[in-house]
C-alpha cells in the first residue's frame, strides 16, 4: 500500500562549502497543511528547492508516496504531483490570466479543452474571474500571487510547495489569503508545505509546522506546541509568539 505523503529526509546541501542544509527532514501527508517558518536564510527555500528537484542535495532522499524520486528532475517530480510557487511571482505577462492557467495545464498534458475548462475552474475557486482576460503584467499585486498559485495548481498536484504566498501582501489581502489556502486543500486535498513568515497565517491554517535554524530542523509541532517551544521562541518567534 502506497504511503500518502512526501517525505524529505536527511537532506544535505552546501554552497562552496558554506552548509545551507544538514539533515534536514521534513514530512507533508496528503491533506495537511505543513508550515516550515524559520529566521532568514534558515535554508527553507533550499529545502522545498531540494524537495522539487530544484536544488542538488549531497546526502538524503525525497520520496513521493513511498517512491524515491531523488534522482528525479524538476518537471518529472511536478508529473509525479510535486509543484511548487516561486517567491517571485512567475507569470508570462505579456498573456491573459486565462491563458496563463491554461498553459499551466497543457504544460503538465491537459488537452485544449480540459485546461479551459480546469482555468474556469481554478479562477473561479481564486476569484480570478473578473480579471480572465486582464494580461498578467496588469494585474494587482495581490491578484498576480493568486494567478501564480492558479497556474500550479493547473498541474493538478498532490503536494504544492508555496514560497511566501503572502509576501507584499495587506493585512486584508493576507486574511484572503489564508481562506484560499484552506479551499484549495479542501478542494484538491493536496498536502501543502507552506514557508511563510506571517505567523498569523501560519498559526491560523497549518495543521503543523517545521522550524529550520541554521540549516538544521529544531522543531515539528503543532501550532500551539511550536508557540510554546523555549528554542523556537528564542530562534526565532520572539515576540512575534505574543502577536499570532
Ligand atoms: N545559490 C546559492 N548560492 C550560495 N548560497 C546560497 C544560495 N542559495 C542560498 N544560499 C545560502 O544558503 C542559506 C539558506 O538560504 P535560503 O534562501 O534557503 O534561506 P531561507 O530560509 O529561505 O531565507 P529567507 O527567509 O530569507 O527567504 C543562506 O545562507 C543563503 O545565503
Given at each position: 500500500m502506497s504511503e500518502q505523503r512526501l517525505e524529505a529526509n536527511g537532506i544535505c546541501v552546501e554552497f562552496d562549502g558554506v552548509r545551507a542544509l544538514h539533515e534536514a527532514t521534513v514530512e507533508v501527508r496528503r491533506g495537511e497543511i505543513m508550515g516550515l517558518i524559520g529566521p532568514n536564510g534558515a535554508g527553507k527555500t533550499t529545502l522545498v528547492n531540494a524537495i522539487s528537484g530544484y536544488q542538488n542535495f549531497s546526502r538524503g532522499r525525497v520520496t513521493i508516496d513511498g517512491v524515491d524520486a531523488s534522482s528525479w528532475t524538476a518537471p518529472a517530480r511536478a508529473r509525479g504531483g510535486v509543484v511548487r510557487t516561486f517567491q517571485a511571482v512567475r507569470v508570462f505577462r505579456e498573456l491573459t490570466v486565462r491563458e496563463n492557467i491554461e498553459l499551466g495545464a497543457i504544460g503538465v498534458g491537459s488537452s485544449s479543452a480540459s485546461g479551459t475548462a480546469l482555468a474556469d475552474e481554478l479562477m473561479e475557486m481564486l476569484d480570478l474571474h473578473s480579471q480572465a482576460d486582464v494580461a498578467a503584467g496588469n494585474l494587482s499585486y495581490g491578484y498576480q500571487r493568486r494567478l501564480g498559485i492558479a497556474r500550479s495548481l493547473a498541474a493538478k498536484p498532490q503536494y504544492l510547495l508555496l514560497d511566501e504566498p503572502a509576501a507584499g501582501l495587506s493585512e486584508e489581502e493576507s486574511v484572503v489569503m489564508s481562506h484560499v489556502l484552506r479551499d484549495?486543500?479542501?478542494?484538491?486535498?493536496?498536502?501543502?508545505?507552506?514557508?511563510?513568515?506571517?505567523?498569523?497565517?501560519?498559526?491560523?491554517?497549518?495543521?503543523?509546522?517545521?522550524?529550520?535554524?541554521?540549516?538544521?530542523?529544531?522543531?515539528?509541532?503543532?501550532?500551539?506546541?511550536?508557540?510554546?517551544?523555549?528554542?523556537?521562541v528564542e530562534a526565532y518567534l520572539g515576540s512575534e509568539v505574543t502577536n499570532a
Open positions: 484549495i486543500r479542501d478542494e484538491f486535498g493536496c498536502g501543502m508545505l507552506l514557508i511563510e513568515h506571517d505567523m498569523p497565517l501560519v498559526m491560523g491554517i497549518c495543521d503543523r509546522i517545521t522550524v529550520l535554524n541554521f540549516g538544521e530542523i529544531l522543531a515539528t509541532g503543532t501550532p500551539a506546541e511550536i508557540r510554546n517551544n523555549r528554542s523556537v
